[in-house]
């Protein structure tokens, strides 16, 4: 029968008998990352890694994947050898934008070793203690509680080498570190390629989608109608009996309104939709909600949302379209608070007899997207799409009836697939949870292995 102590430390509680608690600073030394910024990166180089990456939902923790390194020239090996993370060392993100990311945090598996970027602490451990069992105690949320009961910020979180080196560390004998080390290390890839097989699955679903929205929303329902030529490149062939519109034509445009923080209320039923929230095909409205009062809303009213708007985003990453997503507004949408839109977000309001959802579908096609970003402007990092180009974008425009049709025919399509890919995201969220406790399980001397 296992023998547990009480460890007097409230995260941790009992542990084994033969376990230690221990501060970190005693068993690790830390420095700080270099400040490498995107200007200072190039194709192929030395392998670096900054918060972003470390942020990455693509981050497996105890293993670094190739999409997340980039690279910097091989001078800063010798210019900054001290910030080249070896083997079995730990690198923080001292910068993050939301609560959950606090601690966040990626093992070195690199032989060559990796550069710690912009924003980063660099925590490597003494040859007593084996690395990754630190890694996986790292990760669990109640250690990750004493960062994030002490992080400093409001909209940004930050951690410092103070924080870290004071924080209590739980540690087995080093036999038993390397062994619970392996153990999750085994268990972890088993659940991580199941994750990844449903992920592709979801991947191809979406890929299918996408497919099955394009072919309805240019080509119609009828597989046996007369084509014609469009007279526009990227639109190639319609429908014989379709127009070909621009935007302006058929939807009024609106603005969003530059909301200051400082109008700002901890809760109404008034939202501020900013760019964050709105993602192609639903409104993630729980993502970092801002609120104004009943009298700042009614003074920029003009700027609320109503059913059959279409919502678009105008900034996003440059080169990398992820914006320009739409949304149509539904009642359902609306039925719990009134919706304001933020600068950088826009709104399509129908001025003619049409059918919203069926332009909402369209708007998703690559073929208008890429007559979209051709004139895309902004900074090296940053992307954005103006009001003007925006209204120029011709459009296929079948009659009410069929876009009636086709917008029937892809919500019941979609629906299925949507719920196919919400099971495959259920089965994930599952097997993420399961992984989650079981590290929990054993690096705190509940299970042991």
Same mark, same amino acid.
């Given at each position: ?283 993630? $409205?729980?993502?970092?909600?801002? !609120? &104004? *009062?009943?009298? #700042?809303?009614?003074?920029? @009213? %003009?700027?609320? =949302?109503?059913? +059959? ?24 949408? $609306?039925?719990?608070?009134?919706? !304001? &839109? *933020?600068?950088? #977000?826009?709104?399509?309001? @129908? %001025?003619?007899? =049409?059918?919203? +959802? ?31 180009? &925006? ?7 079948? @009659? ?38 079981? &590290? ?10």
């Amino acid at each position: 029968m296992r023998m547990f102590k009480e460890t007097g430390v409230e995260w941790i509680g009992k542990i084994p008998r033969d376990w230690e608690v221990v501060i970190l600073k005693k068993c690790c030394d830390l420095c700080k990352g270099l400040p490498i910024t995107k200007a200072d990166l190039i194709k192929n180089g030395t392998p670096v890694i900054s918060y972003g990456q470390i942020h990455s939902k693509n981050n497996k923790w105890t293993v670094i994947s190739k999409d997340l390194i980039r690279y910097v020239d091989n001078s800063y090996k010798f210019s900054n050898p001290f910030a080249l993370a070896q083997v079995g060392s730990i690198i923080f993100a001292d910068t993050s934008e939301d609560y959950e990311g606090i601690g966040n945090c990626i093992y070195v598996n690199l032989e060559q070793g990796i550069f710690a970027g912009y924003h980063t602490i660099i925590v490597r451990p003494f040859n007593i203690y084996y690395p990754k069992y630190l890694a996986f105690l790292f990760q669990t949320d109640c250690w990750r509680s004493q960062l994030r009961s002490s992080a400093s910020g409001i909209k940004v979180f930050s951690v410092t080498q103070k924080m870290l080196r004071n924080t209590t560390l739980i540690v087995p004998p080093n036999t038993k570190q390397q062994r619970i080390a392996d153990y999750l290390d085994s268990k972890c890839s088993k659940i991580d390629s199941i994750i990844e097989k449903q992920q592709a699955v979801i991947e191809k679903l979406k890929e299918y989608k996408l497919s099955v929205i394009t072919e309805a929303v240019t080509k119609g329902l009828n597989p046996d109608v007369e084509m014609k030529d469009s007279g526009v490149e990227w639109i190639d062939k319609v429908p014989k009996h379709w127009k070909i519109v621009k935007l302006d034509d058929i939807f009024d445009f609106l603005g969003g309104y530059a909301y200051n923080s400082d109008l700002y209320v901890s809760e109404s039923l008034n939202q501020v939709v900013r760019i964050g929230n709105v993602k192609n095909g639903f409104l993630k $409205l729980d993502a970092s909600p801002v !609120y &104004i *009062n009943d009298e #700042v809303a009614e003074e920029t @009213s %003009k700027f609320k =949302l109503s059913s +059959g708007t279409i919502l678009f985003t105008m900034t996003g990453t440059k080169g990398k379209r992820d914006y320009f997503y739409t949304h149509l507004i539904t009642d359902k949408d $609306l039925m719990e608070k009134s919706l !304001y &839109i *933020n600068q950088r #977000v826009g709104g399509l309001i @129908s %001025k003619t007899d =049409l059918n919203a +959802g069926y332009f909402n579908y369209l708007l998703k096609d690559k073929s208008i997207l890429d007559s979209i970003f051709v004139y895309e402007t902004g900074t090296a990092n940053q992307g954005n799409l103006g009001m003007e180009s &925006i209204r120029r974008t011709k459009l296929q425009f079948p @009659s009410r009836e069929e876009q009636d049709a086709i917008v029937s025919y892809l919500d019941k399509k979609c629906l299925a697939i949507d719920s196919n890919i919400a099971k495959k995201q259920s089965i994930i969220s599952k097997l993420l949870e399961y992984k989650k406790s079981l &590290i929990y399980e054993v690096v705190t001397g509940k299970k042991e292995v």
